[in-house]
Each structure stands twice: as structure tokens, then as C-alpha cells.
């Protein structure tokens, strides 16, 4: 199993630049996360799909979009980046949002916009 | 909004000696979970706290959970070079009458251990 894969890996932009992080599980987890890490801030919750067919707002949603295209894959969207997005995304599913469940990430992908 | 603090933020220690890493939160939590990264990896659940009171181990990790659910702990013995790495703590609230209960992550303690 692979588990949840986030593609790509690493990332350069332009300033202005737009591109799309792309994250599948193959878990059949309901519910979906994406993270940005940012040094002595811990993870913070950017748009989180607690099933199927619905999205929310996290703690920093600015500046992102996100879809749910089926129950694997949730992708984040930088519709026009900006050098505060420098940071490490990751992706994560859990099986049901509303139980205590651990959270399963994906290995990251590290975006630097200059 | 919910807060979770986490402290210190950086840990130096000699192998063998002990570490502990301190979680506290500004609103009662439904449980708590810990989790590990590797230097350049990513988090790993390491395990999860739900009653007051809670202790449980792992080997050389102890997890407590406090008698009010609002604080938590996490204490390695004789660390190894393994040891290595960011240990964070994660807070679930149940947001008002919603089922969907958000975790709220701590900043992390950064652990290196020298040999």
C-alpha cells in the first residue's frame, strides 16, 4: 500500500505563478487535510474535507483553493503565489473526521516561491 | 480559538539522558495525540490520550494525560540517536454541537541527541 503520495516533491515559483499540489490515498479514508509547516509554527490546518463532496476552511485557508475530485485524491490550489507561501505542504487522511482516529501523511512537498 | 502550546521548542541532550516535552492547551480537549518526525520526513502518529489521567507507554516513551484534559506530556528515557527528530502534539475540540472535531497542532519540540 502506498499509503497517501503527494506530488511533486519539490516546487520553485515565480511570484504570481499559479500551480496545483496533488494528494491520493488509497486508505478509503473519508476525510482529507492539507497542512503547511512552517518552522516554530507547527502544522496548520489550510482547508481539511471531512467527506466525499464537501470542503471547509481551516486556520489559514488565504490564498489557496482546494477540490475534492473522489473519496482518494484532494488537491491545493496557489492560484497567483506569493513569497509568505514558501513553506512545506502536507497532505493527510484519517478514516472518519469525527472519531479518534491518527492522521496519515504524505511525505510533503516542499514549495519555495521566490 | 483553540490554542495548543508546546514547549520547549528545542531540546539538546547527551544520549542517555531523559527528555520531556510539555503540551498544553487553553480549552479542555476530547483527546490528545503524539506524533513523531523524522529530520526531512514527515509526521507519524505515535499514539493517543483520551481519559483523565491517562499514562501510557511505549518502550522508553511515557504519554500522561492531565486529570483536567487540558495538558499533556511526553517523556523519552535514556534517549538513543533515534530519538532524533520533532515531536508534536495534536488537540481534538469538538467544535459546538458539530460532530467534526479539528486537531490543533503544537509547534513542536525539536529533539537532536548527541552520541
Known amino acids: 500500500n502506498a499509503g497517501v503520495t503527494q506530488t511533486p516533491k519539490f516546487q520553485v515559483l515565480k511570484t504570481g505563478q499559479s500551480m496545483t499540489l496533488q494528494c491520493a490515498q488509497d486508505m478509503n479514508h473519508n476525510s482529507m487535510y492539507w497542512y503547511r509547516q512552517d518552522p516554530g509554527m507547527g502544522l496548520r490546518l489550510i482547508y481539511y474535507s471531512a467527506s466525499e463532496g464537501t470542503t471547509d476552511k481551516g486556520e489559514v485557508p488565504n490564498g489557496y483553493n482546494v477540490s475534492r475530485l473522489n473519496k482518494r485524491e484532494f488537491s491545493l490550489r496557489l492560484e497567483s503565489a506569493a513569497p509568505s507561501q514558501t513553506s512545506v505542504y502536507f497532505c493527510?487522511?484519517?478514516?472518519?473526521?469525527?472519531?479518534?482516529?491518527?492522521?496519515?501523511f504524505g511525505n510533503g512537498t516542499r514549495l519555495t516561491v521566490t | 480559538g483553540q490554542q495548543v502550546m508546546q514547549i520547549p521548542q528545542y531540546q539538546h541532550v547527551q544520549e542517555g539522558e531523559d527528555f520531556t516535552t510539555y503540551c498544553n492547551s487553553s480549552t479542555t480537549l476530547s483527546n490528545i495525540q503524539w506524533y513523531k518526525q523524522r529530520p526531512g520526513g514527515h509526521p507519524v502518529f505515535l499514539i493517543q490520550?483520551?481519559?483523565?489521567?491517562e499514562v501510557k507507554k511505549q518502550k522508553r516513551l511515557t504519554f500522561q494525560f492531565g486529570e483536567a484534559k487540558k495538558n499533556s506530556s511526553l517523556h523519552i528515557t535514556a534517549t538513543q540517536t533515534t530519538d532524533v527528530g520533532t515531536y508534536f502534539c495534536a488537540g481534538l475540540c469538538h467544535a459546538g454541537g458539530t460532530s467534526y472535531g479539528k486537531l490543533t497542532f503544537g509547534q513542536g519540540t525539536i529533539l537532536t541527541v548527541h552520541p
Open positions: 490520550l483520551v481519559k483523565s489521567g
Open positions: 493527510a487522511s484519517r478514516v472518519r473526521g469525527s472519531e479518534n482516529s491518527p492522521l496519515h
